[in-house]
């Protein structure tokens, strides 16, 4: 049996290579994983822009005659006079011949003619072409992806695309003839896996639960085209269990409490995985084995544990355990930390009471892995 992190090195051998997609950046999302670089070719914005409304001008003057009006979302290049002026607003497009914005509030109109009561021409109003990005401003995306801020400059940038970097994609086959209408919980492994590899920007080809059936279970994995197949029951070895005696496993089995039947094969450059039905299995393989293989394959990362502690610090009879182990438990503090006693692989409470996986490898530390859902 293979150690959980000697089997997921394996395993990540057979990821795919990364793909990419180009996407234009205002359609980009917080969820996309971009490996890119641009540099940009044009000022934003291209032209110079009024700050207030009012009227533009090229000359100090104490009145002027209307000769147009500016628009906010076209440039218009005006040719006027020392004695001449446009109607500006806030943020509309202004020619470089501009030299001051007069504020509505400090002049009065009468029909076409303009009179200055109040203005200094100390402060021009304008804001330069270029105020919010240069031309020649270069932007390096290395495999990240956006933050809300960010991608509310990102999205408002025209005619930019940018690389990326594809998802692994997923089946997940839940199998089981126990979970019949009248059986007292739903199957919900399926689900919580679903939601994680959403809330981690996977994508979810086919999530299916069938009965345990061999053949139905072999057509649906034939039938596979995701880079990663994963199927929850059917890894022990009653008579309805999955026969796994034509396969060349790459993995079969793991010194792991829980977890210890994980099977794993590699079939047209694709991975099987195959989970425990017990929720705890489920729940601790999905966090710590796919969550390394998304890791691995969208970061080059590893998974990395929070911290680590002294296995005298805490109250638990670990000779009990005869595998390495991961246990459920309450953190409080770093050096606080409260292990359930009961560590059953089907007490689906130990999941929703804990904040933290506590790793066991037989040696004299700890390692804590924080959960963040």
Do not use: W
Request: hydrophobic share 35%.
């Amino acid at each position: 049996m293979d150690d959980i992190f000697n089997a997921i090195r394996l395993i990540e051998k057979y990821l795919p290579k990364p793909t990419y997609t180009l996407k234009k950046t205002k359609y980009l999302t917080c969820k996309d994983l971009i490996n890119d670089r641009f540099t940009l070719k044009e000022n934003i914005p291209p032209y110079n822009q009024s700050a207030m409304d009012g009227i533009g001008v090229i000359s100090k003057k104490n009145a002027y005659i209307l000769k147009g009006k500016t628009q906010l979302d076209k440039f218009i290049d005006h040719k006027i006079k020392d004695d001449e002026c446009v109607i500006v607003k806030t943020g509309s497009l202004i020619p470089n011949s501009i030299k001051y914005i007069i504020p509505k509030e400090t002049y009065f109109q009468n029909k076409n003619l303009f009179h200055i009561f109040k203005y200094d021409f100390k402060n021009t109003f304008i804001r330069k072409k270029g105020h919010v990005f240069k031309s020649g401003q270069k932007f390096i995306l290395k495999n990240r992806n956006l933050s809300e801020k960010e991608l509310f400059i990102f999205n408002s940038f025209k005619d930019i695309s940018v690389k990326i970097k594809n998802s692994l994609s997923f089946k997940i086959i839940s199998t089981g003839n126990e979970f019949t209408k009248n059986h007292f919980i739903n199957p919900t492994n399926a689900s919580y896996l679903e939601n994680y590899l959403n809330s981690h920007n996977q994508t979810i080809d086919k999530n299916i639960h069938i009965k345990d059936n061999q053949k139905i279970l072999e057509r649906e994995l034939n039938n596979s085209k995701s880079d990663i197949t994963i199927v929850i029951g059917g890894t022990g070895k009653s008579e309805d269990d999955f026969d796994f005696r034509n396969f060349k496993l790459l993995v079969d089995g793991l010194n792991l409490k829980p977890g210890r039947p994980f099977k794993s094969f590699i079939r047209n450059n694709q991975i099987f995985l195959f989970f425990p039905g017990n929720p705890c299995s489920s729940f601790v393989l999905t966090n710590i084995l796919v969550n390394s293989l998304i890791l691995k394959y969208q970061f080059s990362k590893v998974i990395n544990f929070d911290n680590e502690i002294d296995i005298e610090k805490i109250k638990f009879n670990f000779k009990n355990l005869m595998r390495k182990s991961f246990l459920f438990g309450f953190m409080k503090s770093d050096q606080n930390i409260k292990i359930f006693n009961n560590q059953e692989s089907s007490n689906i409470s130990n999941i929703l009471k804990s904040n933290c996986l506590i790793y066991f490898n037989k040696t004299k530390k700890l390692k804590i892995y924080k959960l963040n859902d």
